[in-house]
């Protein structure tokens, strides 16, 4: 007869299986809280100015909409969806974007289409390592959104990020390697507006290398959509998660 396992065994095993704490602000025996959600469901804000990075030389900014800080339980949140292996966010991040993708619509109406929703690139290890494409997962749901405040667009993930020694380099350095990692690798139809969707932004630097990879095969990038972004504090030179 097998040996019984101890209760504290047992228990450390079903907190791996099934999460028990909120990512945000790691209340036990939720799998979210209420007060974490509700970030998600504020109205989008405009987050470019808030990217240092983001400034591209010869073309006007680029309107980036976000629904949440990058702090606080919404932090916490998407740092456990992203490296955290809480994949039963991906109903939750869909369904923000959804709402993201249609409260913008309004706004780049004007624009004639046919409109083109390009994921931001991940890179191969990420998505392995998380078991999904977790900005095509984002780009699909803006474009349902869209959908919904009239605009008909296609997800094309045609931009691809090459691997790098990140880690090892300085901040212009992975700036400069950002740049050129970045290429479109298939082709989307001429002169089609495009949104970049990403999850978050926080230096700009990849939605940047995004706009440079895509303007120059003639595609014009009109905005970017991301979950969250950093919050500008004056004086704060942001450290950085991702
Ligand atoms: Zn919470």
Redesign the pocket.
């Known amino acids: 007869m097998r040996e019984r396992l101890p209760v504290r065994v047992v228990r450390a095993v079903a907190r791996v299986v099934v999460p028990v704490a909120?990512p945000?602000?790691g209340?036990e025996d939720v799998r979210?809280?209420e007060?974490?959600v509700a970030a998600w469901w504020e109205d989008p804000w405009r987050a470019e100015h808030n990217a240092a990075r983001l400034d591209i030389v010869g073309r006007p900014p680029l309107p980036v909409w976000v629904v949440a800080p990058l702090a606080g339980?919404a932090h916490g949140m998407i740092a456990g969806w992203k490296d955290g292996g809480r994949r039963d966010l991906d109903g939750l991040f869909a369904d923000a974007a959804e709402r993201l993708g249609r409260r913008v619509a309004p706004a780049v109406a004007s624009v004639p289409g046919p409109w083109v929703v390009v994921p931001a690139p991940a890179r191969r290890a990420s998505t392995r390592r998380r078991g999904e494409d977790l900005p095509l997962l984002l780009a699909r749901a803006v474009a349902r959104g869209l959908a919904q405040g009239g605009i008909r667009a296609d997800v094309r993930p045609a931009l691809a990020i090459g691997a790098g020694e990140q880690r090892r380099r300085s901040a212009g350095d992975r700036w400069r390697a950002m740049r050129s990692a970045v290429t479109v690798q298939a082709s989307l139809p001429p002169g089609s507006p495009v949104l970049i969707v990403d999850d978050v932004v926080t230096t700009g630097a990849t939605l940047a290398a995004c706009v440079a990879a895509l303007e120059g095969v003639g595609s014009p990038v009109v905005a970017a959509l991301a979950l969250a972004a950093v919050e500008r504090v004056a004086g704060d030179a942001h450290a950085g998660l991702w």
């Open positions: 909120c945000g602000c209340r979210w809280c007060a974490c339980g």
